[in-house]
């Protein structure tokens, strides 16, 4: 299958704002850029207060827990959520030979989804949500969340329906499957029908809310907050990894048996993993088992899926180089790799004595979300929006500079984070009082706040850049290089 | 596109999207609905249901994202998951949340677990503490809460949510933090009467006799400084006096005014050592044993004894500012018996009330004098310096400054 050589005729598609081929990807992505610069200042802010924690003090929107509310909103569902929708309503119509179903639709849906980011914002910064971590946003916009979700996959289904290239390539396989199951997961986890019940006198957000009664409310949050990064951003993530990578090397993937081992053993390991997060808390013991066997078993799609890359990359490693995309997906793989270590040690009962309630796991979360999943998608953003677009990069050399901001920015976040929380762990064990851990945490803190700085200037040379392209730099030319290695 | 094994597995359309449909229901049968279905733990004996007010200060709580910092279940290695000698560090059980919905168990331990926080403190302490925790807790990094105040006066939010936090650890919370209001109307209902010397009653009588182990050396004291000025300094003040910004908040009984030498020599070094550690019951004082070593509060007794002779102004400091008989003025309250006597121990009634509270009831209503500040009635009994002056002196281990002599 011939992935690469239709974007030059995808490009010369008309360019409406809202009707035009791409506008919704490009749309999505022009969105997501935006809230990563708000979410990131959103998280710098919570950051130094964590340090100065009168800073902005007495300020009710600006108090550390609803920040950290915006923030983890924020970059999860605006930020890589719109990112990822982007990329897939540009890879999809690519990978099928066909247009996408309807831009007009994928355009509602952008402005629909930007819809809940803007009320999310004001509903937590005033103290309405749930209070269910990742589960915040209060029933309303969960319902608003459910209906973009639905008309995002009605979208993408149609898309493949119709699809002109009848074999269906790896990439395609996981975003038919993320489409299936983060609406299944964003009804169950967040209990959507529980507002409806007579039941539900009680509510916690000032609006009806999707707790449920008891224990066991505690295992569905889990199952939902571990999941969501599972069946949505990591099944995102791979498939944008699966079709970008192989189309800017041009060469083909290295092996389609790993990638269908990858697909369902991640299909049915993933969703038993959730209770690692709540392993010490009073809840079933075979649920808890299940958890640490299903994050050992993750192992394998992860595995499956780095060897693939990897070795798809055989003999093309110097182009990480050449092209700003690849290297941003490739350095994506490295801290996926890290990240899913981690993970299945984590998960084991002795390390997690150690290390649950820390900041290791902040540092972890980090790691998944912005070494991995945040630099995959910056990698599709400098790989889409130029090829869609025919313009060349308006700077390389600063979206140079902003992949090594970024990069060094996290992994300085993700060292101090974890070698804090280690601290913390160990002080814990060894029978010292939080009120004795926390100033020993403050270097580690402070570095961290420096690091989120770092990662804020980023994204802002980020937005500056891609503004910039799209409104100011040089068309590629006739005699331009091939699509592949245009965004640079 | 295939590398090989491309006719393992036919993955068309079909496959790809039923097999993920069933695939990812049977998930969710197996990690959700089961443990719906088969796990419905009893309520625990500490699971109660929560009060209007209670349930009001829930929502604040959840609203501002306190999960985030603080967890609300003790795990098996959580022995110092409690911040207070006060409650106790009680594994959680499932049934401890059978009236919750929407649970706040939290990921995350910024801050101290509060599932047993419940009489942990003292209601006036959580007024100041909400206010800026800084007050309270130098070292907290927590967000202040002053929008739920007006001025300084606190609104029906920051009631309700001290309300709920009073309630965590369920019924045994609610108890605790009932045996501390009782404590404290005990408490100011004596001193109401001029019998200031209650508070003796709130130290184990084995306490009373103790000397100060620690030898008033420069070193110690001038590590008792650092403890005192790193730790104190917010209710107790900048001078000693008892008037540091908590103070606003913490009014009755006010934090002790170290700078009344008759007030220090009060209490015994013992006494002293057994509020620093445990916290004094019925006062905003909380336990700092989680906090301070033995030999952090030791020398911080030492260091309190010469505060009245400008202990916090100077730098050099050594034993010669220890405060003497010759600077004792006596306390305008009446004296205690000094004969050792069984220490005061608080029966809690199964209502929450006390089973030794004699008259502890409709005395709120007489105006309560603060610690630097003794009633005007007070002063008719007649001070009774040969007992105020030691309060051990009933025995030959005389505490006070002749028994801190240097050798």
């Known amino acids: 299958m011939a992935v690469a050589v239709r974007d030059l005729d995808y490009a010369r598609g008309r360019a409406g704002f809202l009707s035009g081929e791409g506008s919704a990807s490009r749309n999505f992505l022009y969105s997501a850029i935006a809230w990563l610069t708000i979410a990131d200042f959103v998280g710098l802010i919570a950051a130094t207060q964590m340090i100065s924690p009168d800073f902005l003090a007495g300020i009710p929107f600006l108090t550390f827990g609803r920040l950290r509310q915006m923030h983890t909103n924020g970059v999860l569902f605006m930020w890589l959520s719109m990112a990822q929708l982007g990329s897939f309503f540009y890879i999809v119509p690519r990978l099928t030979g066909t247009k996408l179903y309807s831009e007009i639709l994928g355009n509602i849906t952008m402005i629909l989804w930007n819809m809940v980011g803007i009320a999310g914002y004001l509903t937590l910064a005033n103290g309405m949500t749930q209070a269910r971590e990742y589960a915040e946003l209060i029933w309303p916009l969960d319902v608003m969340v459910m209906v973009a979700l639905l008309l995002a996959g009605y979208n993408i289904f149609r898309t493949i329906f119709l699809r002109k290239e009848k074999k269906l390539f790896v990439s395609l396989w996981y975003i038919m499957g993320t489409m299936i199951w983060m609406p299944m997961l964003y009804f169950v986890g967040n209990v959507m029908w529980q507002p409806l019940l007579p039941s539900a006198e009680t509510n916690i957000a000032g609006f009806p809310s999707g707790g449920l009664t008891g224990i066991i409310d505690v295992t569905w949050n889990w199952f939902y907050g571990h999941n969501v990064l599972g069946y949505w951003f990591t099944t995102s993530g791979t498939a944008i990894t699966y079709y970008i990578i192989p189309v800017i090397i041009r060469s083909p993937l290295y092996s389609h048996l790993l990638s269908l081992i990858g697909f369902w053993s991640i299909a049915f390991f993933y969703g038993l993993v959730g ?214 | 596109m295939d590398h090989n094994g491309g006719a393992v597995f036919r993955m068309d359309g079909r496959t790809v999207f039923f097999g993920a449909f069933i695939v990812f229901a049977s998930i969710i049968f197996i990690v959700v609905a089961l443990p719906y279905l088969t796990f419905q733990p009893p309520r625990s004996a500490d699971a109660r249901p929560l009060s209007p007010e209670e349930e009001a200060g829930r929502r604040l709580y959840a609203a501002n994202g306190c999960v985030y910092c603080h967890s609300q279940y003790l795990r098996p290695q959580d022995w110092t998951g409690v911040q207070s000698f006060r409650t106790v560090g009680r594994v959680a059980q499932a049934g401890d949340y059978y009236y919750q919905q929407t649970l706040l168990l939290g990921t995350e331990r910024t801050g101290p677990d509060l599932s047993q926080e419940g009489g942990a403190h003292d209601d006036e302490w959580h007024l100041a503490h909400f206010y800026n925790p800084r007050y309270t807790s130098p070292k907290s990094i927590m967000p202040q809460f002053s929008f739920y105040y007006d001025g300084y006066r606190p609104t ?252």
């Open chain 1, 275 to 488: 209770q690692h997060h709540i392993l010490s808390t009073p809840t079933p013991g075979w649920l808890k088992t299940l958890a640490v066997i299903g994050s050992l078993g993750l192992f394998i799609p992860v595995f499956t899926f780095l060897t693939n890359i990897w070795l798809t990359m055989r003999g093309n490693w110097g182009k990480i180089y050449e092209s700003l995309p690849l290297k941003f997906m490739i350095v994506g793989t490295v801290f996926y790799f890290i990240t899913c270590i981690q993970g299945p040690l984590q998960a084991i009962q002795g390390f997690n004595r150690l290390i649950h309630f820390t900041n290791w796991i902040v540092g972890h979360a980090h790691l998944a979300l912005l070494g991995t999943f945040s630099f995959w998608a910056m990698g599709a953003i400098y790989y889409i929006i130029p090829v869609t677009l025919r313009r060349r990069i308006y700077s390389p050399g600063l979206a140079e500079i902003q992949f090594w901001l970024v990069t060094a920015g996290f992994l300085l976040m993700m060292l101090s984070l974890q070698i804090g929380g280690l601290i913390q762990g160990a002080m814990w064990l060894n029978g010292d009082s939080q009120y004795k851990v926390l100033p020993e945490l403050k270097p580690y803190l402070v570095i961290r706040a420096v690091s989120g700085a770092m990662i804020v200037m980023s994204g802002i040379l980020q937005a500056w850049n891609i503004y910039k392209t799209v409104t100011a730099s040089q068309p590629m030319t006739a005699a331009a290089p091939a699509p592949a290695e245009a965004p640079n």
């Open chain 2, 156 to 407: 029906d939010d920051v009631k309700n949510l001290i309300a709920y936090v009073q309630s965590l650890g369920g019924q045994a919370g609610v108890e605790r933090a009932e045996r501390q209001r009782a404590l404290k109307i005990k408490l100011q209902t004596e001193r109401a009467r001029g019998n200031e010397a209650i508070i003796h009653e709130w130290f184990p009588s084995t306490w009373r006799n103790v000397r100060n182990p620690m030898e008033p050396t420069t070193r110690s004291l001038v590590h008792g400084k650092q403890v005192f000025t790193t730790n104190c300094i917010g209710c107790h003040g900048l001078n000693g006096d008892g008037k540091g910004p908590a103070n606003t908040f913490i009014a009755n009984p006010a934090p002790r005014n170290f700078t009344d030498a008759s007030q220090q020599l009060y209490f015994s070094d013992g006494e002293l050592y057994d509020a620093i550690l445990f916290g004094v019951d019925g006062t905003a004082m909380p336990a700092w044993g989680d906090v301070l070593t033995v030999n952090d509060i030791w020398d911080v007794t030492n260091f309190i004894r010469t505060i009245p002779n400008g202990g916090l102004q100077v730098d050099q400091l050594d034993a010669s500012m220890m405060v003497s008989p010759a600077d004792v003025v006596p306390i305008r309250s009446t004296p205690l018996p000094i004969e050792p006597r069984p220490g005061y121990v608080p029966v809690v009634t199964p209502e929450g009330g006390l089973g030794e509270t004699g008259g502890a009831t409709g005395a709120n209503a007489s105006p309560q004098p603060s610690e630097d500040e003794a009633p005007g009635a007070n002063s008719t009994v007649g001070p009774q310096p040969q007992r105020t002056a030691a309060p051990g002196g009933g025995s030959n281990a005389t505490v006070g400054p002749s028994g801190t002599a240097q050798p």
